[in-house]
């Protein structure tokens, strides 16, 4: 594998690390801003909503550069919304610092996941979106809780500046660790990546990322207030619960990469039915803690876990560009944005267990959209074209 992936992977760590912050210090910064605890939580959606709707746009506009001067380019501009984080004197300053990083973030994984396809070998780039995705992974497991801790004991603006150091260190080792590729000049260019987007596979294989992120972020958004409320946990231990979920993501992430090139569509269905039957089990077994813990690993284990899969199939069904990938970095985005805000919705109308029930439809509903494929298939070794080539791409022979 390239060290390349690796360096992409630490890069992806501080996106992630900085757009879960917020969560892990909101009453600190209530406290600091003068706002309340609400309105923090908006900082949360800002991010989110600027990613969906904003990283496209920045993406169309560093795709004029190679792809190692576009990945600088989008850490200057992520390396600026989080030292205003740092120093924001108040809400309305946080609120634009979230809005740039959220913005940065979406275009710097759909640079990255497609650098990934131009550096390695099409038999083993889903290993490679693997080892890229453990930065996601990473952050669930070590950044949130790293940035939490930092917070809580030397205040929030120091898990900012840490943040800012964790993306200056990936920036130099970007410079050093990722080749330099020539932008490609021939085969339309923007015209090739927006053209893509005129298939309707391309758009069902976008549905289902969505459907998968959003199943499992309609748990997972709720995990703390299920365990203590229903399962019976206490406060103190609900962190530890999060760190073994973690854990299960990096697990079945790399587990899913080692498959996702072969068997795409396979193990995208068999992610959702495990999926459903886990947030379905959780939800019947919410007040046993052994099954509820057990659940909620599986749902760790095949949940975000997919991204691998996800990003073959639409990288496969359109292109590997970088437009495409942030297109679809936002479909997932948005999954989250749903999953959340649907699951919110139908707490306050039927209770904790609703948004595991949410989820368990979301699933299902995602595999009735990848059904098709399990029909029509590409062969395992087809490369994903890179837009602007109209061929695979010829630099993956260094793996």
Same mark, same amino acid.
Request: aromatic share 8%; hydrophobic share 55%; charged share 10%.
């Given at each position: 594998?390239?060290?390349?992936?690796?360096?992409?992977?630490?890069?992806?760590?501080?996106?992630?690390?900085?757009?879960?912050?917020?969560?892990?210090?909101?009453?600190?910064?209530?406290?600091?801003?003068?706002?309340?605890?609400?309105?923090?939580?908006?900082?949360?959606?800002?991010?989110?909503?600027?990613?969906?709707?904003?990283?496209?746009?920045?993406?169309?506009?560093?795709?004029?550069?190679?792809?190692?001067?576009?990945?600088?380019?989008?850490?200057?501009?992520? @390396?600026?919304?989080?030292? $205003?984080?740092?120093? !924001? %004197?108040?809400? *309305?300053?946080?609120?634009?610092?979230? +809005?740039? /990083?959220?913005?940065?973030?979406?275009?710097?994984?759909?640079?990255?996941?497609?650098?990934?396809?131009?550096?390695?070998?099409?038999?083993?780039?889903?290993?490679?979106?693997?080892?890229?995705?453990?930065?996601?992974?990473?952050?669930?497991?070590?950044?949130?809780?790293?940035?939490?801790?930092?917070?809580?004991?030397?205040?929030?603006?120091?898990?900012?500046?840490?943040?800012?150091?964790?993306?200056?260190?990936?920036?130099?080792?970007?410079?050093?660790?990722?080749?330099?590729?020539?932008?490609?000049?021939?085969?339309?260019?923007?015209?090739?990546?927006?053209?893509?987007?005129?298939?309707?596979?391309?758009?069902?294989? @976008?549905?289902?990322?969505? $459907?998968?992120?959003? !199943? %499992?972020?309609? *748990?997972?958004?709720?995990?703390?207030? +299920?365990? /203590?409320?229903?399962?019976?946990?206490?406060?103190?231990?609900?962190?530890?619960?999060?760190?073994?979920?973690?854990?299960?993501?990096?697990?079945?992430?790399?587990?899913?990469?080692?498959?996702?090139?072969?068997?795409?569509?396979?193990?995208?269905?068999?992610?959702?039915?495990?999926?459903?039957?886990?947030?379905?089990?959780?939800?019947?077994?919410?007040?046993?803690?052994?099954?509820?813990?057990?659940?909620?690993?599986?749902?760790?284990?095949?949940?975000?876990?997919?991204?691998?899969?996800?990003?073959?199939?639409?990288?496969?069904?359109?292109?590997?560009?970088?437009?495409?990938?942030?297109?679809?970095?936002?479909?997932?985005?948005?999954?989250?944005? $749903?999953?959340?805000?649907?699951?919110?919705?139908?707490?306050?109308?039927?209770?904790?267990?609703?948004?595991?029930?949410?989820?368990?439809?979301?699933?299902?509903?995602?595999?009735?959209?990848?059904?098709?494929?399990?029909?029509?298939?590409?062969?395992?070794?087809?490369?994903?074209?890179?837009?602007?080539?109209?061929?695979?791409?010829?630099?993956?022979?260094?793996?």
């Amino acid at each position: 594998m390239p060290r390349a992936v690796y360096v992409l992977a630490l890069g992806i760590f501080a996106m992630v690390t900085s757009e879960f912050v917020v969560a892990g210090l909101m009453p600190q910064m209530a406290d600091g801003l003068n706002a309340t605890i609400p309105q923090i939580g908006y900082l949360i959606t800002a991010f989110a909503v600027a990613m969906a709707a904003g990283g496209p746009f920045l993406t169309v506009a560093v795709m004029k550069f190679p792809p190692r001067t576009a990945l600088m380019v989008l850490f200057a501009i992520f @390396l600026a919304g989080n030292v $205003l984080a740092a120093t !924001a %004197t108040g809400y *309305a300053m946080m609120m634009a610092a979230r +809005i740039i /990083t959220g913005i940065a973030s979406q275009a710097f994984f759909g640079v990255g996941i497609s650098m990934c396809a131009q550096i390695t070998r099409p038999e083993v780039r889903g290993r490679a979106i693997a080892v890229a995705m453990n930065g996601l992974m990473l952050g669930t497991l070590l950044g949130l809780p790293m940035s939490t801790l930092v917070g809580e004991h030397f205040g929030w603006r120091a898990a900012f500046w840490t943040i800012t150091l964790i993306t200056v260190v990936a920036a130099l080792a970007t410079l050093v660790g990722v080749p330099r590729l020539e932008r490609a000049e021939s085969g339309g260019g923007l015209r090739q990546e927006v053209g893509v987007f005129r298939k309707p596979r391309l758009w069902l294989a @976008l549905s289902t990322s969505t $459907l998968i992120i959003g !199943a %499992t972020f309609s *748990a997972f958004s709720y995990f703390n207030p +299920i365990l /203590t409320e229903i399962t019976g946990f206490s406060a103190g231990t609900v962190p530890a619960l999060l760190i073994a979920y973690g854990a299960a993501t990096v697990v079945g992430n790399n587990i899913v990469g080692r498959f996702a090139d072969r068997h795409t569509a396979p193990v995208l269905a068999a992610g959702l039915v495990l999926n459903t039957l886990f947030l379905a089990g959780f939800a019947l077994l919410a007040d046993l803690p052994v099954p509820a813990v057990g659940c909620m690993m599986g749902i760790g284990l095949v949940g975000v876990t997919m991204n691998p899969a996800m990003t073959t199939r639409v990288q496969r069904t359109g292109n590997a560009g970088p437009l495409v990938n942030t297109v679809h970095s936002s479909f997932i985005t948005l999954g989250i944005i $749903l999953g959340s805000s649907l699951g919110a919705a139908m707490i306050d109308a039927w209770g904790l267990r609703a948004p595991l029930w949410l989820g368990a439809a979301m699933a299902v509903v995602g595999l009735l959209t990848v059904l098709p494929d399990l029909t029509h298939r590409p062969t395992p070794q087809t490369a994903p074209v890179i837009a602007g080539t109209g061929a695979p791409a010829k630099q993956a022979e260094q793996v």
